[in-house]
């Protein structure tokens, strides 16, 4: 049965428990083996990557807008795959000042992130040229070893058999402003089933990028918790940055509700949610803290259906997204 989807870093289509390591823990515990995701050389040299950084000027960025997306080369409807499940692991968030013991950020289904906090830091806008367009994405730097890592979608990283070019991250992006810096991927990884066949169930990515002015990005902006295998059925809050009416891009949106299994064709979980495309890759989080705006990443903002333009759906991470992770984390930021 064809699925009519809409991947969030482009326009809607007109038809149609966890265990806990303490600081650290992310690089001293190594998970089981996991299955290996594909990597990608982005600017991979210092020529390359001031040639990236001279290329995104405040109005190449103003101006990147979605594209329409082209229907997945494997509908997850046909695919016989789902994630694979292991054990429940979390590496716990890396920035914010007091526990993770106060009031939860509140239910929205979507609504302009003002409380500020380490997410205002952390979540930011990727811009990347695709098929010689600009186009724009959301992430998030996530804790890890290498305090280089930015979890977000895999259609934010490549589409159409191709991978993105001019791939940058640009964290507390606000109404144009840069307050951290414009951040050039050494490194792109996505899940092997996103790279073979675009398959909604994977649609997971890292990039890997590199120092800015000499100090690793999660040492600037601080890097949320992540967390793979958990229960499904949690209440989370997703953010992004939305560039598609009624939304323009300028600002952080946030969601925030208990998450459902898709009840059409996938193995995704969803959320009520209306942000639009520009939004994709962006965090979903658990235990959002409103006072530290401190969380554990546990999927990302991937498509919408036509029909159903109220909801938003993410992928599980199950061991192919820790693949992901894991990579990443212990790869070379330079």
Avoid at 67 to 91: H, I, V, Y
Wanted: glycine share 12%; with cysteine.
């Amino acid at each position: 049965m064809p699925r009519n989807v809409t991947l969030l870093s482009f326009a809607v289509l007109a038809a149609g428990g966890a265990v806990l390591f303490p600081s650290g823990g992310a690089q001293a515990s190594a998970p089981p083996e996991r299955p290996k995701p594909v990597q990608h050389a982005a600017a991979d040299t210092s020529a390359e990557r001031r040639q990236v950084m001279t290329y995104w000027t405040a109005n190449r960025m103003k101006t990147a807008e979605p594209l329409d997306a082209p229907t997945p080369r494997q509908s997850a409807g046909l695919s016989a795959e789902e994630p694979a499940k292991g054990s429940p692991w979390t590496a716990p968030p890396s920035a914010g000042r007091g526990g993770m013991e106060t009031r939860a950020a509140r239910t929205s289904s979507g609504a302009a992130w003002t409380r500020g906090g380490a997410v205002a830091r952390t979540t930011g806008r990727i811009f990347f040229t695709t098929q010689g367009r600009n186009a724009s994405c959301s992430g998030t730097a996530v804790t890890s070893a290498n305090k280089s890592v930015v979890m977000t979608a895999g259609h934010c990283v490549k589409m159409n058999g191709a991978f993105h070019t001019n791939w940058v991250f640009v964290p507390g992006y606000a109404n144009g402003n840069r307050p951290y810096g414009t951040w050039a991927a050494t490194r792109l990884l996505t899940t092997q089933q996103w790279n073979t066949r675009e398959d909604i169930n994977f649609d997971v990515a890292a990039a890997v990028v590199a120092p800015l002015d000499g100090k690793a990005l999660t040492d600037v902006v601080g890097g949320q918790g992540v967390a793979f295998n958990q229960p499904r059925g949690r209440q989370m809050h997703a953010f992004g940055y939305p560039a598609a009416p009624p939304y323009d891009g300028a600002r952080l949106i946030y969601c925030g509700g208990r998450t459902f299994d898709d009840p059409f064709t996938s193995d995704d979980l969803g959320l009520t949610c209306d942000m639009t495309g520009g939004s994709s890759g962006g965090p979903w989080l658990l235990n959002v803290n409103e006072s530290t705006g401190l969380g554990t990443q546990n999927s990302v903002n991937s498509f919408k259906y036509n029909f159903a333009p109220n909801w938003m759906f993410g992928p599980y991470f199950g061991n192919e997204a820790q693949s992901v992770y894991q990579s990443a984390q212990n790869a070379g930021a330079l």
